[in-house]
């Protein structure tokens, strides 16, 4: 155990003293990425309602390669889009053998950029992500945290172009610089729900907004909430083919480390009920910062669900990327 405190005070000093990003104003193109992959063992605790089909670990060939925060795959489960906390675009194909996850493919990586440089640290700091469309091809929303913002950026075959602020309301402005629009999806009206990573209070609902749908700038907005089912923050959501919504948990506790969850709503108007805990990860080796979950839907019809870590650019940490099954 205190082995473990120690590893995680490292942890959140290396979090604060980290590799710097970017320069402000800097300018870079998308370019290659070669990224690793490498099976990353993971042991699920009894209970769990989700099957966990593979995991991998993911170690790319640039310095700044790290900090995943959100994550969408296509239809068909392989293209993925995934967005960094640093403000930059991660893309690529994700391949398997034997129904289990082997690499990451066709890889690259292009910062977000404003007027045709890098915006500062304050304005880029990106932390969700919903596209609605199922070949990942149309407009992009990305949630912001520290100035608290949703933005639309327009994607397509040159990937994607400049954002507009579409929501950026007054009711999220939790104190705390860990309390912006963190989960996004896009559901299947083709709104876009934003929930917060913490509520107003503790053991409240997570406070949320449906933004959309339209082109407007700002675009129409219902506040909403979602319930609280465990005692962690918000960091990542999505629906599924059946219009269900997902919701990834995480929590920190300086003694054990990082643990999450996943849970489960069925939506009811602008509502959402029957919330269900399908997987609670403890703190331990095959657990982590995990931030991003996009769902999908096999040839069979089975629900499944990716979800990707965060390491901080922290080398205690790690970028793994977990594939779990649904039962129903």
Sequence with gaps: MQTRRWLALAAAVLVACGPRPAA??????PSPLVIAAHPFPVELPVGSRLRLL????????????????????????????ALTDQGAWVEGRLQRAGGRLTAASEARFAPMLS?????SPRMRDAEGLAIAAPDLSGP????????????????????????????????????GPNAGPEALAAAPDGRILAVMEKPFARG???SAAWIGPGPEAPAPYRRATVPQLLPMSATGADFD???????????FDFAAGFSFAIVRFRRE???FVDGEVMLEMPPGPGSDNAEGIAAWTDPLGRTRLLVVTDDNLNLLQRTVIYEFESPD
């Design 204 to 206: 409240e609902p997570f």
């Design 140 to 175: 992009r929303h990305v949630g912001f945290e520290r100035r608290k913002r949703v933005e639309r950026m327009p994607g397509g075959a040159e990937g994607p172009g400049e954002g507009v602020i579409v929501a950026e309301p007054e009711a999220w402005l939790i104190p």
């Design 269 to 271: 108007g602008d509502g």
């Design 241 to 251: 083919d059946k219009g269900r919504l997902w919701l990834l948990m995480r929590d």
């Design 115 to 119: 007027g045709g440089v890098r915006p």
């Design 24 to 29: 402000e104003g800097a300018t870079e193109g």
């Design 54 to 81: 593979s995991a991998i670990e993911l170690r790319g060939d640039r310095p700044d390669f790290g900090g995943l925060s959100a994550l969408e795959v296509d239809a068909r489960g392989e293209r993925f889009v």
